[in-house]
């Protein structure tokens, strides 16, 4: 029978990719959203893709009753959770935001959870619970110690599910560690739409390249990597969303917490990024280099030994192909889901 998945978050970026994945292996995914950072309209986009209209329910977290009714209405198999707060800065402006949107509301949908007997779970964290160990290839068995509140917040979530699983072993739950998610969907109907200006690399080069902003602020060159900027590991989000499919696999609702990193293994420069799209796009990314960003590290990097062992799964694609779908994404929708 087909599973129902409830994907929380499921209009953002990453969830609209996991929605696409989910319909065309087969599952029913069922969108709930707040639309705090997304817009309803990414279903017409999701429906274009896979030829199906996926049931949206729009709500919050954070609210029991909103939670309730989707429950009471439909029976849900599992739940992967994207909802949440993103931006470091911000977590640092305003923490209570972050631990409300993150830690709150995760608690709050865990509760009507278990209220109706539904135990399989599936958490978007963040290499960000690792912060600077001192080294740069990060397993599972690095320590955790986040060095922002954003950080803290996904720390605070993964120690909630590691007590459940401790008192209530019979729950099924994947805590999947992601480094830096970057392109779209290969269709270019789909990508990531930040709101305001961009905090992450790659949307700032994308914006750049299509004529949104003049150059790109390269944040140190005088770091010790090759070329002195800072390197991260970059992973395709369809790549990113297979690895969500594979954990679904692995939970099969047996009793088990797995935590597996998601990343390719590989690191990229800001500078290798910036020529890599430029050679994608065809167009030129004009870029300045400036003072470092407080609270960055020179380079890190997933050790994917693990997610191949447990998930049997490994990234597929590459820089160039992350550049080229970011570029069809941005070039056919300059003002994201505006258009
Ligand atoms: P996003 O902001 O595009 O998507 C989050 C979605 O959740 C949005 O559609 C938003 O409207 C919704 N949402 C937020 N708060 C909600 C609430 N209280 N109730 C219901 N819906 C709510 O972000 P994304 O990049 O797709 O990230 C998804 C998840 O992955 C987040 O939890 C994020 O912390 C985590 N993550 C993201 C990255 C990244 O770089 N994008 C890296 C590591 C982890
Ligand atoms: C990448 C590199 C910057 C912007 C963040 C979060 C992390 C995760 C992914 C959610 C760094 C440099 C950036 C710019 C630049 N998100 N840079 N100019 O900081 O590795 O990770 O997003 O979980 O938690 O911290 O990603 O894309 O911001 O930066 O030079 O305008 O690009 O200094 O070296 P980061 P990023």
Known sequence: MTKNILVTGGAGYIGSHMVVSLVE?????????????????????IEKITGKRPLLIEG?????????????????DSVINFAGKKAVGESESDPLLYFSYNVEGTIV?????????????IFSSSATVYGDPGYDEFDETTPLAPINNYGLS????????????????????????YFNPVGAHESGLIGEDPN???????????????????????FGNDYPTA???????????????????????????????LTVNLGTGSSTSVLELV???????????????????????????????????VLNWE?????????????????????????
């Open 275 to 309: 020529h890599a799209f430029e050679k994608a796009s065809g167009k030129k990314v004009p870029y300045q280099i400036c003072p470092r960003r407080a609270g960055d590290k020179a380079a890190y990097w997933t050790n994917p030994a693990k997610a191949k062992t």
């Open 25 to 45: 292996a087969g599952y029913n995914p069922i969108i709930f959203d707040n639309f705090s950072n997304s817009k309803p309209t990414v279903l017409n986009r």
């Open 196 to 218: 305001g200006i961009p905090n992450n690399l790659m949307p700032f080069i994308s914006q750049v390249a299509v004529g949104k902003r003049n150059h790109l602020n390269v």
């Open 60 to 76: 919050d977290i954070r609210s029991e009753s909103d939670l309730d009714k989707v429950f009471t209405e439909y029976k849900i």
């Open 109 to 121: 949908l865990l509760r009507v959870m278990k209220k109706h007997g539904v135990k399989e779970f």
């Open 227 to 257: 070329d002195g900027t800072g390197c991260r590991d970059y992973i395709h989000v369809m790549d990113l969303v297979d690895g969500h499919l594979q954990a679904l696999k692995a939970l099969k609702h047996q009793p088990q917490l």
């Open 154 to 177: 996904k720390w605070m979530i993964e120690e909630v599910l590691r007590k459940i699983f401790r008192a209530e072993p019979n729950w099924s739950i994947a805590i999947l560690r």
């Open 315 to 339: 990234a597929k694609r590459g820089i160039e192909e992350m550049c080229a779908d970011t570029w069809r994404w941005q070039s056919m929708n300059p003002n994201g889901y505006e258009d």
